[in-house]
């Protein structure tokens, strides 16, 4: 898909098509009126910088209805996390370890490659305990005592599931509505719906861990593309070393004044292309360099921790002094709330464990644990919780079988999606519960299922959207994050 559906007109071809259709277009004014072609010049038509205060403001009409949450951060968990072994405890799979998994609960369902060619799919328990959290009682993996801890803050969904079994479609479906790449994400589309809520910081913001131990499966920056939708509600990603965004400094030599002066003619010049052209992405480059600008101030105060007390960077766990750490982009996500960013995506990689599992899962729930349970504790104390929705899960689970030998220590487990876990908190989300089940196997959703296009419905409407009627014009349909799917999960909502 071409991103440059405008061409500007300056080559011959365009020059004689353009001569023709005047000489035409004033001939056809003579004849009906002069009036009736001057509603573009005629005093309130909307010039480009309204066009641009418009977008940055959201859609007229948005939000459809009060909301529960002015901003979103989703801790998505790349791989998929094993649900059998962190949220969704399954005592009958000790009682059948390697057996064979029955067919009445596989029912001939898709498999993977890589587990196909096995000759047998043999039951494996988790074999990490589990322990009840809070006064709910909610039963959460030993490997997670953190996230335990705040269990009574806790939505636990227990019937997710998904119709990709592979790792890239999968994610984009989690992330834009569509497992087929092109459409824009959901912080996109909460950015076109919603606008910004501070001109000096980008309503959607990526920030991406790094390990420098493990680095897991890569991640395409079109999980937090635009899509179809104007290119400046794309997601903005932030760096872990060196400056936060690419170019964020001036040059040696430029100084602020000068930088005023050359974006100032720069726009001047794009405002007279786009009078010639009409490209809408004229508008997004004008807004992008001022966005640009502003962010040369508010970005470096954001990444700067030294004003943070001692005992907010010890809950986060000793990795928060380590930049590109999830915890520190735990952190980070705070800081942005706090500065009204909208959306804001953390990624964490490196849950795919086909092999080594009991050794592998371990390590990486401890990256995860303590930060995402100090950043729950975080909001709530400083009164962010009540409208900040907090997202923690991957793409899909993995297999209550073992792919491998179940009786030799270097198993692993496949990707499902046909049942796993998740956890919601804050803004509006019945707190201390869970929410559906699967079966006794944790292969299939036995009560209340959750689709993906439920999750994504149910975070627009706690954010005041109608999923139904948010939608965006392209190649001759409405488009809409949830295709034509999604009902909102009313079972988990306050």
Request: hydrophobic share 35%; charged share 20%.
């Amino acid at each position: 898909m071409s991103c440059h559906r405008y061409e500007a007109l300056h080559t011959r071809r365009d020059f004689l098509a353009q001569s023709g259709l005047g000489l035409g277009a004033a001939a056809l004014a003579k004849l009906l009126g002069p009036d009736l072609f001057a509603a573009s010049s005629a005093p309130g038509a909307p010039s480009l910088s309204d066009s641009l205060a418009s977008s940055a403001r959201g859609l007229p009409g948005l939000p459809h209805f009060p909301a529960k949450a002015k901003r979103v951060i989703c801790l998505f968990q790349s791989g998929g996390p094993s649900h059998l072994d962190l949220l969704d405890d399954k005592p009958l799979l000790r009682e059948r370890f390697n057996e064979d998994l029955p067919d009445s609960v596989r029912r001939g369902q898709r498999i993977t490659g890589m587990v196909a060619s096995q000759a047998r799919l043999a039951v494996q328990p988790s074999k990490f305990a589990f322990q009840p959290g809070g006064r709910c009682g909610t039963l959460i993996s030993d490997l997670l005592p953190h996230t335990r801890g705040i269990a009574d803050e806790l939505c636990v969904i227990r019937s997710m599931h998904t119709e990709a079994i592979n790792h890239d479609p999968a994610i984009t479906f989690f992330q834009s509505g569509s497992q087929l790449p092109g459409r824009p994400s959901m912080g996109a589309w909460v950015d076109y719906g919603l606008g910004r809520l501070n001109d000096n910081l980008p309503s959607f913001v990526v920030l991406v861990s790094v390990n420098a131990k493990r680095a897991g499966q890569g991640l395409l920056a079109r999980l937090w593309g635009s899509g179809f939708l104007p290119s400046g509600h794309q997601g903005v990603q932030f760096r872990s070393a060196g400056e936060p965004v690419l170019y964020l400094n001036d040059p040696a030599g430029i100084t602020r004044e000068r930088r005023r002066v050359m974006l100032d003619g720069i726009a001047d010049l794009n405002r007279l292309q786009h009078a010639q052209s009409g490209d809408p992405e004229i508008e997004t480059r004008i807004s992008q360099f001022e966005m640009a600008y502003r962010m040369q101030r508010s970005v470096p105060e954001l990444m700067e921790l030294t004003g943070e007390p001692a005992h907010v960077l010890e809950s986060y766990g000793p990795d928060v002094q380590q930049p590109g750490s999830f915890a520190r982009n735990c952190l980070l996500a705070r800081r942005l709330a706090e500065r009204g960013v909208r959306f804001i995506q953390l990624y964490h990689r490196d849950w795919d464990h086909h092999g080594g599992l009991h050794e592998h899962l371990p390590a990486i729930a401890r990256d995860v644990d303590q930060p995402s349970a100090a950043l729950v504790r975080d909001l709530k104390q400083r009164g962010l919780l009540e409208d900040t929705l907090v997202i923690w899960g991957g793409e899909f689970g993995r297999t209550p079988y073992a792919q491998g030998d179940a009786n030799r220590e270097k198993y692993g487990r496949d990707h499902h999606g046909k049942a796993f876990s998740l956890w919601l908190a804050g803004a509006g989300v019945k707190p201390g519960i869970t929410y559906g089940s699967s079966d006794d196997f944790g292969f299939n959703v036995a009560e209340n299922p959750v689709h993906i296009h439920d999750l994504q419905a149910t975070i627009l409407q706690q954010l005041g959207i109608d999923h139904e009627r948010l939608t965006y014009r392209f190649q001759g349909r409405q488009y809409r994050l949830t295709d034509v799917h999604g009902q909102v999960v009313k079972g988990i909502l306050t």
